[in-house]
C-alpha cells in the first residue's frame, strides 16, 4: 500500500492551498482518510479527518477555513486550505485506516508528507 500527497508550498498570508492525497495497492476497504501536520517539535496534530460514513471532525484551530473531501471510488482525500496563517505552517501527512484484505486488521498507512509555509 502506498499514500503519496501532493501539493504544499509557498503561499502568503490569507492565502489558499489545496492538498491532496490517494492511496494505491492492495486495499479491500478503507475505514478513514484524514490529514495530521507537524510543525518543529515532536508532536503531531490532527488537522481534518473523514470517516467512511461521512463523518468528518476538524481541528478547532481551521474549522471554518479547511475542507476535507473524500473521493472513494479513487481512495483519495483533499484539504482546501483558506486564510491561511502563519500557524499553519507546519508538514502536513496524510493518514489511511485501511484493510489490505478482507482478513487484515485496520491499519495505519502514512503518506511522506508536503511543506506548507505560510508566509510574507
Known amino acids: 500500500v502506498n499514500v503519496v500527497e501532493s501539493g504544499g508550498g509557498l503561499v502568503q498570508p490569507g492565502g489558499s492551498l489545496r492538498l491532496s492525497c490517494a492511496a494505491s495497492?492492495?486495499?479491500?476497504?478503507?475505514?478513514?482518510m484524514g490529514w495530521y501536520r507537524q510543525a518543529p517539535g515532536p508532536q503531531r496534530e490532527l488537522v481534518a479527518i473523514i470517516f467512511r460514513n461521512g463523518t468528518i471532525t476538524y481541528n478547532e484551530s481551521v474549522k471554518g477555513r479547511f475542507t476535507i473531501s473524500r473521493d472513494n471510488a479513487k481512495n483519495a482525500v483533499s484539504l482546501h486550505m483558506n486564510s491561511l496563517n502563519a500557524d499553519d505552517t507546519a508538514v502536513y501527512y496524510c493518514?489511511?485506516?485501511?484493510?489490505?484484505?478482507?482478513?487484515?486488521?485496520?491499519?495505519?498507512?502514512w503518506g511522506q508528507g508536503t511543506q506548507v509555509t505560510v508566509s510574507s
Open positions: 495497492g492492495i486495499i479491500f476497504s478503507i475505514d478513514a
Open positions: 493518514k489511511a485506516i485501511l484493510r489490505p484484505t478482507y482478513y487484515s486488521d485496520p491499519g495505519n498507512y
